[in-house]
């Protein structure tokens, strides 16, 4: 893993004066808000084993990683491959399923998220599993105000954003510190918005490529049932 300190090469001399401590606190801010706006940094969790009567699962929290966005949930049931929940808000269901909160199948067919939480709910609620059944989420993330490391690929792939993110935070400082420089901030502000939008479409892409988000209208033929 990177850290901030694999960025002051590339920002030092364009802020002279510039204390270490300061420049090390905007380049991860630098780094949470390119995450935070682009999505750019997503995988998928480690399989969760579903339990019959249990709605909500709270996903793995790993120190100096916060989740940025559930982005989907696949099932699997034995060796095969269902296609993806659908997401659908509490209230969503209360208008276009209602009683949903007792419902019951061997397998669900909606997830809803709590990501302050790190949960996922699911419905209908697993009841009757004859297989080993289990979801896999994908999620985005970023790292904590606290994290002390960096993924790689950021340092590695996104540098540049991350080197312009920072010196538009150092160089849009009050104008009593010697480096500041409000009309480059603003320049190099706009440079790195452009940069997370890049990101972005990156991020869409890897998605993409990795399949696509099955619709509502799909047949589950014997997986779902009522009780």
């Known amino acids: 893993m990177a850290t901030t300190d694999d960025f002051l090469p590339g920002i030092l001399p364009d802020v002279p004066g510039c204390p270490l401590p300061t420049a090390r606190f905007h380049i991860h801010r630098a780094v949470m808000e390119f995450c ?7 995988e998928d969790l480690p399989p969760i084993d579903l ?3 249990q709605r909500d699962y709270i996903l793995p929290v790993t120190d100096g990683v916060m989740y940025r966005q559930i982005e989907r949930v696949s099932p699997r049931v034995g060796d095969s491959y269902p296609p993806r929940l659908v997401h659908k808000t509490e209230q969503q269901l209360d208008k276009e399923r209602p009683g949903w909160r007792m419902w019951f199948a061997n397998l669900p067919l909606y997830y809803s998220t709590d990501v302050k939480a ?3 709910s699911l ?3 697993p009841r009757g599993m004859t297989q080993p059944t289990s979801i896999t989420v994908h999620v985005s993330m970023l ?3 606290d994290a002390q490391t960096i993924p790689d690929f950021i340092a590695e792939q996104w540098r540049e954003a991350i080197e312009t993110g920072a010196k538009a935070r150092i160089l849009g400082m009050p104008s009593q510190h010697p480096w500041s420089s409000k009309q480059d901030a603003l ?6 918005l452009v940069k997370c939008d ?3 479409i990156v991020a869409i892409r890897e998605s ?5 988000q099955s619709s509502d209208g799909r047949a589950f033929g014997d997986y779902i049932f009522n009780l």
């Open 118 to 120: 790190s949960k996922v």
């Open 187 to 192: 320049e190099l502000r706009q440079s790195f």
């Open 208 to 212: 993409a490529g990795e399949g696509q």
């Open 36 to 42: 935070r706006e682009s999505g750019i940094w997503h």
């Open 51 to 53: 339990v019959n009567d």
């Open 123 to 125: 419905t209908a609620m």
């Open 143 to 145: 790292p904590t105000e």
């Open 198 to 200: 890049e990101a972005t």
